[in-house]
């Protein structure tokens, strides 16, 4: 038999569209003995969230998996598909995570997924009933068996199931095993995965198909990068991440390949991360253009970057803002970065507004600003101009603060944290600063400029401002705070490598502290950010969950 792995970009919501392309796949191996292998809630893309709510959905759905029935009709080959399904019992939540064998003009098969994720990002039983029915089924004489994700992964070190719906196959002499999966990537997710799936096989005896999905839906990138192994658990076929790909197999031939697992280095995977993640988002949510305020520093220089490779420079623009406080690097960096990408720069200097709002507060209040007010100011011009610029042009503003800022709330509400999308928002400013000289390196030239990447990071928006005087160095930054918001993700060498950093500062327990009071603090900003590119173990966003009026 032939086996046919699907790995497509879906748009949740779009049935019609995600039906188009697993009929497009399907046409071309319609007369083949196979089976057309598609991910976890193909129709619907994942996640639709409180979507599944709409009965027009599940109507819409329900067209789908029929017409896709019917082009099975008379046909030799066979699709497996993830849907939802309705649940008719009396008892338990709506809804059930799916999986359907069609056949022949037939749905010849059904499974519920039994593990319902609801860690991180995930909430699945929010809307799912977990699912008990049987996960075998025989094929045109082969023995299958089926998974839906964390179906797999009852027995790791982070999640303990009291189900394992592996050991349903321990009864079973199966001759392959299908996991489909909407699994979104983060840094370390890749070999998690073969490692989940090696167990899989070596428990059952028996080779695994792993189909996932790519693409980006909101702050969630599916970096595809689906796989098989054989009945000893070594990989055997690994597709490319980031790419909509169509790979086949021969069930008979799985013993006799062998593939070497395809790892991006970190900033590689960082940089198809943040591309396609920002590529999905703009195209998804209808736009065309972004706008990005530039200010000669590594943070918009590098979503200047990205931005530029995920779209085209044609489709993006820069907009420099300097005030009186900004120094002429500010200007020229930005002007030579945004002639290496081929970029648009406008320039609109603030500096009259700027003072005529100083004056302005002065007459109201009777008072001078403070610093603070007039850094803010500053800030909330620009992220108006910004906006301007999207109202008129239909351009999407693309926000630009990294991680470190915004876990400690160093940015300024309705100024620089205006904007559709963040690309750099789950990225320790370090990471940027890696990502800054991968993208020279890859490019094999000098793209971002270099005394971008070696001057001192400030705001300028007072006289001689940088950031080491309201934050501690970046290295030292970076450590406490990936500690503190992913320290029981982190692997025993991520950890100790940050403990050992803090005792190279030698960082006193109240700095630390500090530093996580100030991430406390912030909650409130981040909740009115714009999403961000999910990149780390653990994000801002959905998730991470905390409350903004409490004490703790």
Known sequence: MKLVLAQLNYTVGDIEGNLEKILDAYKTISEQD???????????????????????????QSNALKKLMDETEGKRCGIVIGYIEKNNQVTGKGLFNALALLSNGKQVFQYHKRL?????????????????????????????????????????????????????FKQHELDLVISINASPNNLGKMQERIDVINRVATQTQSPVVYINQI???????????????????????????????????????????????????????????????????????????????SSGGIDSAVTLAICSKALGPENVIAITMPSKFSSEGSVNDSVTLCNNLGVKLLNASIAEEFELAVKRFEFMTGENPSTLTQENMQA???????????????????????????????????????????????????????????????????????????????????????????????????????????????????????????????????????IHRMVDKAEFKRRQAPPIIRVQKRSFGMGRWLPVAAKY
């Open 34 to 60: 196979a089976l057309l292998i598609c991910s976890e809630l193909a129709l619907t893309g994942y996640y639709p969230q409180d979507l599944v709510l709409k009965e027009s959905l599940l109507v819409r």
């Open 116 to 168: 319902l994720p609801t860690y991180n990002i995930f909430d699945e039983a929010r809307h799912f009933q977990p699912g008990s029915n049987v996960n075998v089924f025989n094929y045109k004489g082969v023995q299958l068996g089926f998974l839906i994700c964390e179906d797999a992964w009852a027995k790791t070190k982070n999640f303990k199931y009291s189900d394992d719906p592996v050991n349903g």
């Open 215 to 293: 693409g980006g839906n909101d702050e969630l990138v599916f970096d595809g990068a689906s796989f098989a192994v054989n009945k000893i658990g070594k990989l055997v076929c690994q597709m490319k991440p980031f790419e909509e790909q169509i790979y086949h197999l021969e069930l008979e031939n799985l013993d006799e390949l062998k593939a070497n697992a395809v790892f991006y280095n970190e900033n590689e995977l960082i940089l198809g991360q943040t591309v396609l993640g920002i590529r999905d988002y703009v195209k998804k949510c209808g736009f065309s253009k972004v706008v990005i305020g």
């Open 380 to 514: 909330r011009i620009r992220g108006r101009i910004l906006m301007e610029y999207s109202n008129h042009f239909g351009a999407l503003v693309i926000s630009t603060g990294n991680k470190s800022e915004m876990s400690v709330g160093y940015a300024t509400l309705y100024g620089d944290m205006n904007g559709g999308i963040n690309p750099l928002g789950d990225l320790y400013k370090m990471e940027v600063y890696a990502l800054a000289r991968f993208i020279n390196e890859k490019s094999g030239r000098e793209i971002i400029p270099d005394v971008i990447i070696q001057k001192e990071p400030s705001a300028e928006l007072s006289e001689g401002q940088v950031d080491s005087d309201s934050l501690p160095e970046y290295p030292l930054l970076d450590a406490i705070l990936k500690l503190y918001i992913e320290g029981d993700l982190l692997d025993v060498d991520e950890s100790e490598k940050c403990h050992l950093l803090i005792e190279k500062y030698q960082v006193l327990n109240d700095d630390v502290e500090r």
